[in-house]
T-cell receptor, first 111, second 111 residues
């Protein structure tokens, strides 16, 4: 699985959009980009994933660059409850596939 | 209803003891996992089972023995507990759409 690079931490004002970047310059054609988050003392939570098209769901939007070497997770209106560690993971869809977690980005939403 | 449930949530035990953590998922998924999150907060996969068969074993000491009586359950038994086994253990299951759902974690403290 390709390696990802994320900033260690970011701050965001409550009510504003939170844009979390991720670099995955060695991504290959059949690897998906996944985003999970872990709120303190809870299990990781799936947010969104995509291959090459931009994706949106009720939680967030995922913007993937045309060359697929980077992506941005957008939380459109961050709330205090969005404070968490956000993990960007690239993964091949295969039998028995696993998630390999990096250090992630600590997002602090402040009032 | 909790989709992936683990018991116990907290466990404090002495070195050398044997303990088990149980996991059940009511999502109808075929694949389940155990992850370990240590004091440095890195999440690492330990095992994966598909339909009661072991498919991933990530170089975990053989004191750790997963058992899957049926595809809805994946239990983790740990023999001869050591101080370094103190961690949070997360159970997870994977949907046919490759989204992985995590439990709330089991906090193990070995004293």
């Amino acid at each position: 699985d390709a390696k990802t690079t994320q900033p260690t931490s970011m701050d965001c004002a409550e009510g504003r959009a939170a844009n979390l970047p991720c670099n995955h310059s060695t991504i290959s054609g059949n690897e998906y980009v996944y985003w999970y988050r872990q709120i303190h003392s809870q299990g990781p939570q799936y947010i969104i994933h995509g291959l090459k098209n931009n994706e949106t769901n009720e939680m967030a939007s995922l913007i993937i660059t045309e060359d697929r070497k980077s992506s941005t997770l957008i939380l459109p209106h961050a709330t205090l409850r969005d404070t968490a560690v956000y993990y960007c993971i690239v993964r091949v869809e295969e039998y028995g596939n696993k998630l390999v977690f990096g250090a992630g980005t600590i997002l602090r939403v402040k009032s | 209803d909790t989709a992936v449930s683990q018991t116990p949530k907290y466990l404090v035990t002495q070195m050398g003891n044997d303990k088990s953590i149980k996991c059940e998922q009511n999502l109808g998924h075929d694949t389940m996992y155990w992850y370990k999150q240590d004091s440095k907060k890195f999440l690492k996969i330990m095992f994966s089972y598909n339909n009661k068969e072991l498919i991933i074993n990530e170089t975990v000491p053989n004191r750790f023995s997963p058992k899957s009586p049926d595809k809805a359950h994946l239990n983790l038994h740990i023999n001869s507990l050591e101080l370094g086994d103190s961690a949070v253990y997360f159970c997870a299951s994977r949907s046919s759409g490759n989204t992985i759902y995590f439990g709330e974690g089991s906090w193990l403290t070995v004293v």
